[in-house]
């Protein structure tokens, strides 16, 4: 508790200003883009932000609604028929989750490749950067939500930018070099050394900034004003007695039927992966490397699905925007998250007007700031420094979310990184070397059927009145098809004339020593 309201608070709070800055508009933008009622993405954030991030043991990680998602939840919604009927398949959505936390099947988390993770953080970096530069420009068409590369406008993130050099509005650029500036400049060591500079987040003034600009175009510049297309909306209450009206309560009344269930499954399992290699990311993000449970985050985030169903919110994962916004912005405990949570759901009822003068071109700056942190070049250098086994899941990882979306990307990227997984192990597995007619057949941790073929190759090619070693004490497993091979070489080496002596390989084949 001390970690948490100690010497960290400071950090804390400055990174849950930022992470809210980011988790504002693509709350929003992700609702609509699932065809939900706008309110949805932010009470998803909230109960990400608040119930998630205290439940969750991760100290960086930051859940809330899902761009990732949004495919499946406008689909689910036609085919339940309406969005109560979505909701209680959320509902039951969480419960499945909470039960895969319990029987801790967050194990599968461990097993994404290295390359793949990085990829994948780096593919969200790029697309980050990409995706806002339309809204750099002032052409809000596409939702701010929307990270897919074919969008809900029709257009692809390409064609997108095309337009917005096309048709964009100068009131837009002063706004985002402004805040680029800003952020930039408060980036530098000196003014983060500096304890007055630095007590805000450079985010707070880039939105100030963004702010007031506008205002000034009423005055001096009407035709650059940025009206309400080119900023925040948010939702307005005419008054207290409309808090009500704020919440969606589920629908059970198909609660018997195969969709049903269907829907609830897909959320459930597609989820909790989300959430599974979101979590790995922040653990790879986070300075102090530490170690999140993860069991336990489907546990948490099984509570929070569940929550966001019973009042009306959207499904809930951990995001990787959100959780890289929070680690490149200092935070140091989980209370960051749950602040940033805290102050959605203040500030969005307490002062809706003021969010809703905040132009798009300012948070794209944020962001911009956020997606360059994720793909700096020298990541990419580190990459190739460590081998095309490594580079290239690595790559193919980032062009296949840069060019499909997140999960399509991650599954193609998985199936590349489990490729060369097993390539790198395949040739390790077995080696078999030569000098002066003496053969050393050395057998390295497990020995799959994999290796049966090349093994039975270099077998056969030993020669006449040869001298071999078969070595086995460094195999923890030898498969059956391996000893079956062996067991024939050794059975038929008098006929060349072959010398054998094996060491930590039991050659009766029922185990090895």
């Known amino acids: 508790m001390n970690d948490l309201f100690g ?12 992470v809210f800055f980011v988790a504002l508009p693509l709350c929003l933008g992700i609702a609509i883009a699932s065809g939900a009622p706008p309110m949805s993405g932010l009470i998803a954030g909230i109960v990400g932000g608040i119930i998630v991030g205290s439940f969750s043991g991760s100290h960086v990680s930051v859940s809330g609604p899902a761009a990732g998602l949004t495919v ?77 590369f074919q969008q809900i406008d029709n257009q692809n993130t390409f064609s997108e930018i095309w337009r917005a050099i096309q048709y964009f509005s100068p009131g837009a650029l002063p706004i985002v070099i402004t805040a680029m500036v800003i952020l930039i400049g408060f980036d530098h060591p000196r003014i983060k050394k500096n304890k007055m500079l630095s007590a805000v987040p450079p985010a707070f003034w880039a939105v100030v900034a963004g702010i007031l600009i506008n205002q000034l175009y009423v005055s001096f510049k009407p035709s650059w004003v940025l009206d309400d297309e080119h900023l ?37 399992i597609i989820g909790s992966i989300e959430s599974l290699l979101s979590l790995e990311a922040g653990d790879k993000m986070d300075p102090q490397k530490r170690i999140s449970p993860a069991s336990r985050e489907l546990v948490a985030q099984g509570i929070g699905n569940t929550v966001s169903g019973l009042i009306g919110g959207l499904p809930v994962t951990a995001v990787i925007v959100r ?30 007007r003021i969010l809703n003068m905040i132009p798009l071109s300012c948070l794209s700056a944020v962001l911009f700031m ?43 990227g998985m199936v590349v990184g489990i490729f060369f997984v097993i390539k790198t192990n395949f040739k390790q597995a077995i080696l ?3 000098r002066k007619g003496n053969y050393l057949v050395k ?40 000893r079956d091979v062996l067991n024939d070489f050794i059975a038929s080496a008098h006929e060349k004339n072959i010398t054998l002596t094996i060491e930590g390989f039991d050659y009766n084949l029922k185990e090895n020593a």
Request: proline content about 4%.
């Open 7 to 18: 010497s960290n608070l400071r950090y804390d709070l400055k990174s849950s200003m930022v």
């Open 72 to 148: 499946i939840v406008l689909d689910s919604i036609s085919t339940l028929g309406t969005f109560p009927l979505f909701l209680s398949a959320l509902v039951v959505a969480g419960l499945i989750q909470l039960a895969m936390g319990f029987l801790k099947a967050g194990i599968i988390g461990y097993y994404f490749p290295h390359s793949v993770i990085k990829g994948m953080l780096s593919a969200i970096g790029l697309i980050l950067i990409l995706k806002q530069i339309p809204h750099a420009l002032g052409y809000d068409k596409d939702l701010m939500g929307d990270l897919a």
């Open 232 to 268: 925040v909306t948010i939702p307005i209450l005419g008054g207290i007695n409309e808090l009500g009206n704020l919440f969606t309560l589920p629908d059970f009344g198909l609660f018997s039927t195969s969709s049903f269930w269907i829907v609830a499954a897909t959320i459930a």
């Open 323 to 352: 959780t890289s916004a929070n680690v490149t912005s200092g935070a140091k405990t989980k209370l960051s998250a749950i602040l940033h949570g805290i102050l959605l759901a203040v500030l969005v009822l307490a002062i809706p």
């Open 370 to 412: 956020v997606g360059f942190k994720l793909a700096k070049p020298s990541i990419f250098v580190q990459e190739w420094e460590k081998g095309l086994n490594q580079f290239l899941p690595f790559v193919v990882t980032i062009l296949a979310i840069l060019f499909t979306d997140l999960l399509m990307g991650i599954g193609i």
């Open 432 to 434: 078999v070397t030569e």
């Open 443 to 482: 057998l390295h941790k497990d020995v799959s059927f994999l290796n049966k073929a090349p093994l039975k190759k270099q077998l056969a090619q030993i020669p006449d009145n040869s001298f071999v070693i078969i070595n086995g004490y460094k195999a923890k497993f030898i498969d059956q098809d391996i």
